[in-house]
C-alpha cells in the first residue's frame, strides 16, 4: 500500500481539532518548502530573465502605477 493512501486514510480519521492542528502544521511547511525553492532559483540566477523582462517592461511604459 501506497504511503500517500496511508496518509490520506489517516487525515481522514482525525478529529477537527486535530485536522486544524495538521492544516496549521502543514501549511507553514508547505511555506517553508516554497521559500526554499524559491531561494534557491534566486541564487542560481533561474529567475534573472523574469526580473529582466519586468524592468524592461517598466523602461518601456508598459506597467502602471499602483
Known sequence: M???IDIE???EQL???ELRVFR????E?????W???FEADVASGR???LGQEALNDL???KCTDL
Open 2 to 4: 501506497s504511503t500517500v
Open 9 to 11: 486514510r489517516a487525515v
Open 15 to 17: 478529529s477537527p481539532d
Open 24 to 27: 496549521q502544521w502543514f501549511s
Open 29 to 33: 511547511r508547505d511555506a517553508a518548502e
Open 35 to 37: 521559500d526554499r525553492q
Open 47 to 49: 529567475l534573472d530573465a
Open 59 to 61: 523602461h518601456e511604459g
